[in-house]
């Protein structure tokens, strides 16, 4: 058995997951949610937590569903027009959150979170002490950057990248065993254009990728993905970048099955 498949042995046993769902996953080019991957990753993530998972998701397309809903042609470029956008978009995204997952019997709660939360300590522990009562009670986080107050993610360089960075500083906050990125490929792809099942040196991987280019829906790119796995990994969080439109997903991904990349954490 190679070591890639050795090292999957090991999903299955996670308890703790982080799941970054990337704006194109689940929205059309015009930006309103796409129902039907969305439902599909909604059963899933309902079928692992019935099975004792403890899921945290952080969703991206809030400000996708606000360009759409405003009747934007595009993406704006301008921090008020951007927050508008996550103030309209952000109640629909949640809405159809919490519809989905009432169908399945499961309570979801709304976390919106800043840098701020994360670099001064007293909100940090109140963060991560609302995250794990959340948890204790059976309820599900769903997160997102609050796009309205914070403009860190729009303007900044380094930014969150549509919410990567997000899920890795989610991944250290909530002490997760895994984090999987879904994206609208099947991981990351190597110079013949085929998936890299493993990664074990991140510093190779970054030369595979180049940075989004600008202008698009979203903001996130393969290379914003291995810059958050770069941050998780060394958490000893292992990280799995994967297609979150094929079926089963992330039900085959905490199998062990060999689905998406698979980045090893640094305790591997």
């Not at 940090?124 to 997160?143: C, S, Y």
């Not at 989610?170 to 991981?187: E, P, Y």
């Amino acid at each position: 058995m190679n070591a890639e498949h050795r090292y999957r042995e090991f999903l299955p046993e996670a308890r703790r997951i982080v799941v970054k769902i990337g704006t194109r996953v689940i929205a059309q080019s015009s930006g309103r949610p796409d129902m039907k991957p969305l439902k599909s990753l909604v059963r899933q993530v309902a079928a692992l937590h019935r099975k004792g998972y403890e899921i945290l998701i952080v969703s991206s397309g809030a400000v996708g569903a606000g360009i759409e809903a405003l009747g934007m042609k595009a993406r704006p470029t301008t921090v008020p027009d951007l927050q508008m956008c996550a103030a309209v978009g952000q109640a629909r995204l949640m809405s159809h959150y919490e519809a989905l997952f009432k169908a399945e019997k499961i309570t979801v709660g709304q976390v919106l979170l800043t840098h701020a939360d994360f670099q001064h300590r007293i909100r940090f522990a109140n963060a991560k002490r609302t995250m794990e009562h959340l948890i204790r009670h059976a309820v599900i986080p769903i997160i997102n950057e609050n796009d309205v107050v914070a403009d860190e993610e729009l303007k900044a360089d380094l930014s969150l990248g549509d919410n990567d960075y997000l899920a890795a500083l989610v991944v250290k906050l909530a002490r997760a065993d895994i984090l999987v990125i879904l994206s609208t490929v099947d991981g990351v792809l190597d110079a013949r254009n085929k998936r890299v099942h493993c990664i074990e040196n991140l510093n190779e991987a970054f030369a595979l990728v180049t940075p989004p280019k600008a202008g698009g829906l979203s903001k996130g790119g393969m290379d914003s993905k291995l810059r958050a796995a770069q941050i998780a990994v060394k958490t000893g969080c292992g990280v799995v970048i994967a297609c979150g439109r094929d079926k089963n997903v992330l039900t085959d991904v905490m199998a062990g099955k060999d689905t998406g990349t698979l980045i090893l954490s640094s305790a591997l």
